[in-house]
T-cell receptor, first 113, second 109 residues
Framework: KAGVTQTPRYLIKTRGQQVTLSCSPI?????VSWYQQTPGQGLQFLFE???????NKGNFPGRFSGRQFSNSRSEMNVSTLELGDSALYLC????????????FGPGTRLLVL | DAKTTQPPSMDCAEGRAANLPCNHSTISGNEYVYWYRQIHSQGPQYIIHGLKNNETNEMASLIITEDRKSSTLILPHATLRDTAVYYC??????????FGGGTRLMVKP
């Protein structure tokens, strides 16, 4: 079974731009969660989507948003990029909301200049 | 999530067992203990989880104390490829994992 895939793997943007990251979960998985990892803050939960609805949200500003499609694929968007948004963005999928074992993708490394 | 405490770093000789401890004294009766690891610049990898009994899979063993306030992840024969940051997590329902600092395991030849 194919794992979680994320595109693109690397991205360079400038301040003020917006960016969209994509995540395809493991086939059959319906829950998708997003995390941000920075050297200073470590791994932090952004949000979780299940059945096309946001179920949980971490402590991030409204510039961070996401959505999930009917095939469970998910996108996250960051608007008005700031230097501090430079990070590794990780997507994880699980079969359901009660299945707590999450499987992570390789991440998208975003650099904001 | 129930708060977990792990040593920031550990060393282990290649071929020896690596024993990584975790304290989770505020864990509730129905909460599981999960272990993930993250090899440099990759996404975290699920290792093992357990509730009360000891668990073993092809990657590791998990020993949970009888009072459930602590656990130990055991890598029976550590290799250089096991060098990673290991995270002990007690998740709430709803797939929101809270990662602490983890333990940076260095396996040395």
């Amino acid at each position: 079974k194919a794992g979680v895939t994320q595109t693109p793997r690397y991205l360079i943007k400038t301040r003020g731009q917006q960016v969209t990251l994509s995540c395809s979960p493991i086939s059959g998985h319906r829950s998708v969660s997003w995390y941000q990892q920075t050297p200073g803050q470590g791994l932090q939960f952004l949000f979780e989507y299940f059945s096309e609805t946001q179920r949980n949200k971490g402590n991030f500003p409204g510039r961070f948003s996401g959505r999930q499609f009917s095939n469970s694929r998910s996108e996250m968007n960051v608007s008005t990029l700031e230097l501090g948004d430079s990070a590794l963005y990780l997507c994880a999928s699980s079969f359901s909301r009660t299945e707590e074992t999450q499987y992570f993708g390789p991440g998208t490394r975003l650099l904001v200049l | 999530d129930a708060k977990t405490t792990q040593p920031p770093s550990m060393d282990c000789a290649e071929g020896r067992a690596a024993n990584l401890p975790c304290n989770h004294s505020t864990i509730s009766g129905n909460e599981y203990v999960y272990w993930y690891r993250q090899i440099h610049s990759q996404g975290p990898q699920y290792i093992i989880h357990g509730l009360k009994n000891n668990e073993t899979n092809e990657m590791a063993s998990l020993i949970i104390t009888e009072d459930r306030k602590s656990s130990t992840l055991i890598l029976p024969h550590a290799t250089l490829r096991d060098t990673a940051v290991y995270y002990c997590i007690v998740p709430k329902a709803g797939n929101m994992l809270t990662f602490g600092g983890g333990t940076r395991l260095m396996v040395k030849p």
